[in-house]
């Protein structure tokens, strides 16, 4: 990418990686790219998400998709919780099960929107599925 100075970040050797991360530090963090795709569920804070440009506000429950190669930041106040699970997919592993380009590109783009707001009842369920893969 390398446009606007903008720099890829972090790396992926596996087919997918999940971390969980929780914390009242803000972020710090410059806009950045990835040769993945990024899931974040936010588990729990409030703040923000800059992605290809478009700012969306983020609360607790909020699932954030960011494509490949797509520029992002995230802005989180310090003293604030933002207790989240973030899981990065290779490219190799969508395609391994065989879902056409067209739907990954539509559901990781700006144009249908990179935050999905499920109700309650759904974020309990993806917050167990996550805490099950981690342990």
Do not use: W
Not at 11 to 18: C, G, K, P, Q, T
Not at 42 to 68: F, N, T, W
Not at 113 to 118: A, L, M, S
Request: aromatic share 14%; with cysteine; net charge negative.
């Amino acid at each position: 990418m390398g446009e606007n100075n903008i720099a890829e970040k972090g790396y992926l050797h596996e087919d997918f990686r999940l971390f969980h991360n929780t914390d009242a530090l803000g972020t710090d963090t410059v806009a950045h790219f990835h040769t993945f795709y990024k899931v974040t569920f936010v588990k729990y804070g409030k703040g923000s998400y800059m992605i290809d440009g478009r700012l969306y506000d983020i609360e607790s429950g909020d699932v954030i998709l960011v494509g490949v190669n797509v520029p992002h930041q995230p802005f989180f106040e310090t003293g604030e919780l933002y207790d989240r699970y973030t899981l990065y997919i290779s490219q190799g592993m969508l395609e391994e099960f065989d879902i056409p380009e067209c739907h990954i590109y539509e559901l990781f783009t700006s144009a249908s929107g990179n935050v999905i707001r499920p109700d309650g009842n759904a974020a309990e369920r993806f917050a167990g599925m996550l805490e099950r893969i981690d342990t």
